[in-house]
C-alpha cells in the first residue's frame, strides 16, 4: 500500500488460511481507543489466520494419507499410467469428510466462541469510535460556524 | 479480457439461465460449469453419466495463474458452448418462464460465485483500500443482504397472502411485503456478519463483502439495524402485531439459532426450514390478522419443501462443509440426509391433499399437483437409492421450478371466498332480520 494512504489496505486471500490480510494505518495522532479498536483487529487476524492455516494444512495432509491408505487397500498406486494423480470418487470420500469434521469438534466449538466474542468486541470498539469521532467533528464544526 | 469485460455487462442474470440449458442440452461429457465455481480445485467431468471427482491441487509456484488462465479459457469456450444453445428453447413459453424462475433462483444461489470468478481473478490478486466507495454501495448492499433469496423470500410471503381467504387489499399486502423483504435484509446481513472467517474458506461465499473487506462490521450491524427495525415496525404498526411478532421471530430463529447451530449440531436444518417456512404464514397473517389451519398448511408446504431442496444442494459441497466445520447431515448421518429428503417429499403429497379438506383449494389442486409432486418423489427416491451427485443436483433443481409450480396451481385452484361468503350471507341475513324485529 501507498505510504501516502490514510486506510487500511486488504489483500488477496492467504493461500494457506483462504483469509485476506490487513494491513492497518495507524494515524499519528490514534486516540487510546483507536489503538485499542486497531491492537484487537490485529489480534482477532493472527488469531484467525492461525487456526486456519494450521486447520486447513491439516485437512490437506489427512485427505493425502486418506487417499493413499485407500489407493492401497485397492491395490492401487498414488499415479497411474499418464501420470496424474488417482483419485477417489465423493462417496469414498465421504466417511473421511465425516470423520474429520467429528475428530474436530471441539476445536471448533471452541474457535467458535472465541470468533464471536471477538466480532462483537471489534464492532463495539468500531462504534465507539465512529461515535466518538462523529462528536468531535461535530464540535469542530460548532467551532468554525462560531469564528 | 474483452469478454469478460461483455459477459459483466450482460450481466449475471443471463449466465445460469443458459448454463441451465446447457446442463439439460448436453448428456456425456459436460463440464459442469457450476462446479467450476462450487469447487475451484475439483472439476466434474461426466464421462457416460459416471462422475469421478478429480483432485487438481494448485501448485504454489508461478505455474498457478498460467493455470488460472487455463481454466478462465476453458470457461470462456464453456460459454461459447452454451449460448448458440439458448436461442432453441426462447421460443416455448413454459420453459422460458420457468428457466426464468429456475434463472433467479439459481442464481441466488451461484451469482456470488459465477460473477466474481470471471470478473475478479485479477483484482482479486491486488491489494485494495479498505475505503467504502460509494458508488458501489448499492451492489454491496445488495450482496449483503443476499437480494435474490430475499426476492424469493418476499414472494412465498405473497403466495401465502394470496391463498389467504379474504378480499385482496393492496397497500396490506405491500406494506406485507415491502416490511417481510426489510426483515429478511436485516437477517441475512448479520448472518454475514457473524459468519466471515467460515466463509472466506467456502468455495460458494468466499466473494461476499465482508470476507473482502468492501463494508466494515459495523456499517453491517448499522445497516442491518436500520433495515430490520422499520421492517418490523411496518409488520407490526401497518399490519398487524401478529404479523410483526412473527417476523421479529424469524430475525431471531434466523440470526442466533439458525447460524450458530450450523456448526453445531445437524438440527440446524430442521430450524433453518421452520426459518423458511414462515414467510408465507405471515403472508397469511398479514392479510387476515390470525393464525389458520391454512396459515399452518401453507407454512407445512415450505417446511417440507426445505428439505429436499437443502439436502440435495449440500450433498455436493461435502468437503467445504467439512473442512469449514459445519455440522449437515450430509457429512456426519448422509444415510439420514437422503431419507429425510424423500420423507418430505412424500409429505409435500400428503399435504396438497389436506388443503381441500381445510377448505383452502379445490379438489382440483391434489389432483393437479400429483404430477409434480409424484416426479420430485420420484427423484427424492433416485437420490435416496444412489446417493451421488447427479441424483442430487437432479433433485436440487427439480426443487427450484416445483415450488413456483405448486404455489401457482395451488393460487388456481384457491377455493373463492365468494362461495364461502354466500353461505356466511344467509346465515348473517336471517340473525340481521331476528334483530330488526327486536327492536321496537
Redesign the interface.
Known amino acids: 500500500?501507498p505510504a501516502h494512504?490514510r486506510?487500511?489496505?486488504?489483500?488477496?486471500?492467504d493461500?494457506h488460511?483462504?483469509?485476506?490480510p490487513?494491513?492497518f494505518y495507524v494515524p499519528p495522532e490514534e486516540s487510546p481507543l483507536e489503538r485499542r479498536l486497531r491492537e484487537a483487529r490485529q489480534e482477532a487476524q493472527a488469531c484467525?489466520q492461525h487456526f486456519?492455516e494450521r486447520?486447513?494444512r491439516a485437512?490437506r495432509q489427512e485427505k493425502e494419507e486418506f487417499?493413499y491408505s485407500r489407493l492401497k487397500a485397492k491395490g492401487m498406486e498414488m499415479r497411474d499410467e499418464t501420470g496424474?494423480?488417482a483419485?477417489?470418487?465423493?462417496?469414498e470420500?465421504?466417511d473421511?469428510?465425516?470423520d474429520?469434521?467429528?475428530k474436530?469438534?471441539r476445536k471448533?466449538?471452541q474457535?467458535?466462541r472465541d470468533?464471536?466474542k471477538r466480532?462483537f468486541t471489534?464492532?463495539f470498539l468500531?462504534?465507539q469510535v465512529?461515535l466518538v469521532r462523529a462528536l468531535r467533528w461535530l464540535r469542530w464544526k460548532k467551532k468554525n460556524v462560531g469564528n | 479480457g474483452l469478454f469478460v469485460w461483455h459477459l459483466k455487462n450482460a450481466g449475471a442474470r443471463q449466465v445460469p439461465c443458459q448454463f441451465v440449458h446447457l446442463c439439460r442440452v448436453a448428456n456425456d461429457r459436460l463440464i459442469t460449469f457450476q462446479y467450476f465455481n462450487f469447487l475451484k480445485r475439483m472439476y466434474v467431468t461426466q464421462y457416460n453419466k459416471d462422475?469421478?471427482?478429480?483432485?487438481k491441487p494448485k501448485s504454489?509456484s508461478v505455474a498457478s495463474p498460467f493455470r488460472e488462465l487455463q481454466q478462465l479459457d476453458r470457461e470462456k469456450k464453456v460459454i461459447h458452448r452454451i449460448r448458440p444453445a439458448s436461442p432453441l428453447h426462447q421460443p416455448l413459453p413454459e420453459t422460458l418462464s420457468r428457466n426464468e424462475l429456475r434463472e433467479m433462483m439459481s442464481a441466488a444461489e451461484t451469482e456470488d460465485s459465477i460473477m466474481p470468478v470471471r470478473a475478479e481473478p485479477k483484482e482479486?490478486?491486488?491489494?485494495?483500500?479498505?475505503?467504502l466507495q460509494l458508488d458501489d454501495l448499492p451492489g454491496i448492499l445488495a450482496r449483503l443482504s443476499k437480494i435474490k433469496l430475499t426476492a424469493l423470500v418476499v414472494s412465498t410471503a405473497s403466495a401465502g397472502f394470496a391463498m389467504a381467504p379474504v378480499p385482496f387489499d393492496l397497500t396490506c399486502f405491500l406494506l406485507a411485503s415491502l416490511g417481510t423483504g426489510l426483515a429478511s435484509c436485516a437477517a441475512n446481513s448479520i448472518n454475514q456478519?457473524?459468519e466471515?472467517?467460515f466463509d472466506?474458506?467456502m468455495n460458494r461465499t468466499?466473494n461476499r463483502p465482508l470476507?473482502?473487506?468492501q463494508i466494515?462490521?459495523?456499517l453491517a450491524?448499522c445497516f442491518a439495524a436500520s433495515c430490520g427495525v422499520p421492517g418490523i415496525a411496518l409488520l407490526t404498526l401497518g399490519v398487524n402485531p401478529l404479523t410483526g411478532a412473527l417476523g421479529a421471530f424469524n430475525i431471531f430463529l434466523y440470526t442466533c439459532c439458525y447460524t450458530?447451530m450450523k456448526?453445531?449440531s445437524i438440527a440446524n436444518t430442521w430450524v433453518g426450514a421452520v426459518v423458511g417456512a414462515i414467510p408465507p404464514v405471515m403472508g397469511w397473517t398479514a392479510a387476515t390478522g390470525s393464525l389458520d389451519a391454512g396459515a399452518l398448511l401453507l407454512g407445512g408446504i415450505l417446511y417440507s419443501w426445505q428439505f429436499p431442496h437443502f439436502n440435495a444442494l449440500s450433498w455436493g459441497l461435502?468437503?467445504d462443509?467439512?473442512?469449514g466445520?459445519?455440522?449437515m447431515m450430509s457429512?456426519?448421518h448422509?444415510g439420514l440426509c437422503r431419507r429425510v429428503a424423500l420423507r418430505h417429499c412424500l409429505a409435500l403429497i400428503g399435504l396438497s391433499v389436506a388443503a381441500p379438506v381445510l377448505d383452502i383449494t379445490t379438489w382440483t389442486f391434489p389432483v393437479i399437483s400429483l404430477p409434480i409432486n409424484l416426479y420430485i418423489s420420484y427423484l427424492g427416491f433416485r437420490f435416496y437409492r444412489d446417493?451421488?451427485?447427479s441424483s442430487s443436483r437432479k433433485l436440487f433443481f427439480c426443487s427450484l421450478w416445483h415450488l413456483p409450480m405448486l404455489l401457482l396451481v395451488m393460487f388456481t385452484c384457491k377455493k373463492s371466498f365468494l362461495e364461502k361468503e354466500d353461505k356466511g350471507d344467509l346465515l348473517g341475513g336471517n340473525r340481521g332480520r331476528a334483530m330488526e324485529i327486536r327492536l321496537p
Open positions: 500500500p494512504s486506510n487500511d489496505w486488504i489483500g488477496p486471500p493461500k488460511s483462504n483469509l485476506r490487513v494491513i484467525n486456519w486447520h486447513n485437512f487417499i496424474q494423480k483419485t477417489l470418487n465423493a462417496e470420500m465421504a473421511f469428510y465425516k474429520f469434521l467429528r474436530n469438534f471448533h466449538m474457535y467458535n470468533w464471536y466480532n471489534i464492532t468500531m462504534g465512529a | 462422475l469421478s471427482q478429480r483432485a504454489d482479486d490478486r491486488q491489494w485494495k483500500e479498505m475505503k456478519f457473524f466471515v472467517p472466506s474458506n468466499k470476507v473482502r473487506g466494515s462490521p459495523l450491524v450458530p456448526r453445531m461435502r468437503e462443509y467439512s473442512r466445520g459445519y455440522c457429512v456426519t448422509p446417493a451421488d451427485r
